[in-house]
């Protein structure tokens, strides 16, 4: 049985840069590796109602939390078979965010930390209810919420047709999600956590040191 490895962080935080870097590690190292990015934008109906929520607003659905949460927890409820074959045929399933992106994005925007109704409705929900797997480790990927906003910026400039999102404009939240991502790591949320700063490079050294997970 493989380990589900988590990457977690601030928009613009680096997450897919660092999974490019554990992916090549892992290999270097003989493991076999899937990485799988959610929400699973051109591959789920429910990941293409999000994106078209964030972009381009549809009524207030971009504005209701739950609604919102929901949709993300049932593109990884459709997930959940994909996950556990990969487990099963490989030594890493590597995971571009997971449970805990709607626990933190969802308790930042309704002002709540990671002790308040908001985190545990999520747990019940994508845990309990729609059975997803618990992951291993979560990765957070640290980044200060200014860096993280610059990142993004660059990016949303570079990418062709790539705007920042109603999330990744509002610094503030940005900021608050921060907080509530270093609740969760600090009291090992879910599974535990190991907490990365991003704002330094990671070499090999650093990333086999990573690799030695539980
Ligand atoms: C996966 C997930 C993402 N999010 C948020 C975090 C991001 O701000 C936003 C989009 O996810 P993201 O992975 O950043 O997509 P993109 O690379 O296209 O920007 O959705 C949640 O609120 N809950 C979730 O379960």
Redesign the pocket.
């Known amino acids: 049985m493989g380990r589900l490895v988590v990457i977690e962080g ?2 613009g935080a680096g ?2 840069t660092l999974a490019e870097a554990l992916t090549k590690a892992w290999h270097d190292a003989g493991a076999s590796v899937a990485t799988l ?3 699973r ?1 051109g591959r789920s109906v429910h990941a293409d109602l ?2 078209e929520a ?1 972009h381009r607003g549809h009524g207030d659905l971009g504005d209701s939390v739950y609604g ?2 929901m949709l ?2 049932l ?2 409820r459709d997930a959940v078979e994909e996950i556990e074959a990969a487990l099963k045929l490989h030594d890493v399933v590597l995971l ?11 308790a930042a ?1 309704l002002h709540q930390d990671a002790h308040g109704e908001f985190v545990r409705w ?1 747990r019940e929900l994508e845990i309990d209810r729609f059975g997803l797997p618990v992951p291993t480790v979560q990765l957070l990927f640290r980044v200060a919420p200014e860096v993280a906003a610059e990142r ?1 910026e660059r990016r949303a400039a570079t990418e062709e047709g ?1 705007a920042k ?4 404009s509002d610094d503030e939240l940005q900021a608050r ?1 921060a907080r509530v991502y270093d609740q969760l790591a600090a009291e090992a949320w879910l599974s535990p956590w190991r907490v990365l700063d991003g704002g330094t490079t990671h070499d090999a050294a650093e990333l086999v040191r990573v690799l030695d997970l539980p």
Request: net charge positive; proline share 3%.
């Open positions: 601030l928009d997450k897919r990015a959610f929400p934008y999000i994106h964030l919102m949460a993300y927890a593109d990884r571009d965010r997971y449970v805990a992106s709607n626990s933190a994005y969802g925007r999520v993004a790539r999102d109603a999330f990744e999600c």
